[in-house]
């Protein structure tokens, strides 16, 4: 069964740093989600992506935050600069067309910002 | 703006019993879906069951039930005959439609089956 794919898993990273998280969703979904967790708390909404641009984003996303899908196959989120604050888990997740069918989510990558 | 509320952070159940994992939500939206998604430990969410807010009849997946109360805002998980392979953290998750399809989230509930 096809499955949305992350990677790193674990991402280690210096205050200010850039990072970049990828994401492979499934060959056939037309739209893409990033969330993030922090420890113990909530699973929150970031970003959603649809026919090559942003349909939505919370006010996490700021101006450090950007998303990009470069070659048709991946789906990028990037932190050009980040804070201890973001220390999170960041999942990806696609669907396949409109609202009703599910999001299909990927492992996650485990951002730790020293 | 749309908020969802798991009050129980953790559960334990016998295996073969049958467990009710509470959910409830606010909006004033009429159209949307509820999802129940599983997270093993150290494994993807993983949808269980979807229920549309239009349809009145409960939706049932094998051992997985809901309980849509919609004048309540109440969207409770039944899982009967419970095996150890139920457990995992439960995530309730709202959806508008139509809009972006974003999901809300509630924070969660850890289950533990028992052999």
Same mark, same amino acid.
């Given at each position: #069964?096809p ?11 210096q &205050?200010?740093q850039e990072?970049i ?20 708390q ?16 919370? #006010?996490?996303?700021?101006d450090?935050f950007?998303? #990009? ?6 789906f990028?989120l990037k932190i ?5 604050e973001?220390?999170? &888990?960041y ?7 409109s609202?009703r ?5 990927g ?8 | ?5 798991q ?10 019993e049958t467990v009710? $994992?509470?959910?409830t939500y606010?909006?004033?939206e009429? @159209? =949307? =879906?509820? *999802?129940w =998604? ?5 494994r993807?969410m993983?949808l269980v069951? !979807?229920?549309?807010? /239009?349809?009145q009849q @409960?939706?049932?997946e @094998? !051992? *997985?039930?809901? @309980?849509f109360q919609k ?5 409770? $998980?039944k899982i009967?005959?419970?095996?150890l +392979?139920?457990t995992?953290? /439960? *995530?309730?998750a ?5 809009g972006? /399809?974003? =999901?809300? *989230? +509630?924070t +969660?509930?850890?289950l533990k089956v028992?052999?």
């Open positions: #069964e499955e949305v794919t992350q990677t790193p898993s674990h991402q280690v990273t &205050m200010g990072v998280l990828r994401c492979v969703p499934i060959s056939n979904h037309l739209y893409f989600y990033w969330y993030r967790q922090i420890l113990g909530k699973v929150e909404f970031l970003v959603s992506f649809y026919n090559n641009e942003i349909s939505e984003k919370s #006010e996490i996303f700021d450090q950007s998303v #990009e899908r470069p070659d048709g196959s991946n990028t050009r600069s980040t804070k201890l973001d220390s999170a &888990m999942f990806c997740a696609s669907s396949e067309a609202g069918n599910e999001q299909y989510f492992p996650g990558t485990r951002l730790t910002v020293t | 703006a749309q908020t969802v509320t009050s129980q952070p953790e559960m334990s159940v016998q295996e073969a009710t $994992l509470s959910c606010d909006t004033s009429n @159209n =949307y =879906y509820l *999802f =998604y599983k997270q093993p430990p150290s993807q993983i069951i !979807r229920q549309e807010a /239009y349809k @409960n939706a049932t @094998n !051992r *997985f039930s809901v @309980n004048a309540a805002k109440s969207f409770s $998980l009967s005959d419970s095996q +392979g139920d995992a953290m /439960y *995530f309730c709202f959806m508008k439609t139509p972006t /399809y974003k =999901y809300i *989230f +509630g +969660g509930t850890r028992l052999a």
